[in-house]
C-alpha cells in the first residue's frame, strides 16, 4: 500500500509511501488519503492529524504517467466533476477537515505536495526541503486554491515567479512567505511535528475545532469556488498538446518543446 495510516496517542497519522516512484501519488492514493481524513473526522478519540512522507521525499506530486495516461485518454481529470474524482475528493476533503492538520515536510515537495500546505495548519519543513508549484511548465494551471492563495500569501510579484515561472521555494523562503511555521534539521522534522500534533490533547477539542472553523470562515466559500474553477480549467489542460507534450518530455527524459504552439 502506498499510503500508510495508523492513530497513536491522539494522532491519525497518513504516511506518503511510495519511495520507488518519489512518492507521486496516484488516483488510489488520493481516495486512500481522503478515506483516512474521513475516518480521522468521525473518530473522537483523534485530535489531529499528521501527513508525512519519506526521507528526503515529502512528495514529487501527481504521477506523470497517471496524468498522461489520462490525458491521452480523454478522462476528467480534475474537470467539472471535480468533487466525484479522487483528486477532487481529497482536495475538498482536506480544505473541509474540521480538525487541525500538521504536516511534517520531509524533503522535496512538488505541486501538490505545496499547495496542500496551504490548507494545513501547522507545517514543519526539513532543512533539506525544496518545495516547487511547476503546473505552468506541465501545461496545465495551479490547483487547490493557489492561484488565491499563493499570491495573498506572498504578492503578486514573488507568487508570478513560483506559479508562472514555477521557480522553488527554499526551506527558509517557506516560513518567510507564511507557508510553513519552522524549518527543523531532517532527522528531527517528523518527531517535532508529531509532538506539535500530540499538543491537542491537552486542548478541548470542541474550541479546537470552532475556532479553527472561524479562522477559515472568512474565505471558504471563495476557496471552494476557486478549487472548482481550477479544477475545470485544470481538466481541460490536461488533454491539450501543450500538456502532452510536456508530459511525453518528462517521461522520455528531455527538454519539452513548445515552439509549435
Known sequence: MSIKTAVLNGVATIEIARPEKKNALTQPMYTAMADALDAAADDPAVRAVLFTGQPGIFTS??????????????????????????????????????????????????????????????????????????????????????????????????????LLLGEPITPEQAVEFGLANAVIPAAEVVNHARRMAERFNALPPGAVREAKRLMRAPQRELVEQTIQAEGRIFGERLKTPEAMEAFMAFLQKRKPDFSKF
Open 61 to 162: 506530486g501527481n504521477d506523470i504517467e497517471d496524468f498522461a495516461a489520462r490525458g491521452r485518454s480523454g478522462g476528467e481529470g480534475q474537470g467539472s466533476g471535480v468533487i466525484d474524482s479522487p483528486v477532487g475528493r481529497f482536495l475538498l476533503t482536506l480544505a473541509r477537515f474540521p480538525k487541525p492538520v500538521v504536516v511534517a515536510v520531509t524533503g522535496a515537495a512538488i505541486g501538490i505536495g505545496t499547495t496542500m500546505l496551504l490548507h494545513s495548519d501547522l507545517v514543519y519543513v526539513s532543512d533539506e526541503a525544496r518545495l516547487a508549484m511547476p503546473f505552468v511548465s506541465l501545461g496545465l494551471v495551479p490547483e487547490f486554491a493557489s492561484s488565491l492563495l499563493v499570491p495573498q500569501l506572498m504578492g503578486g510579484r514573488r507568487a508570478a515567479e513560483k
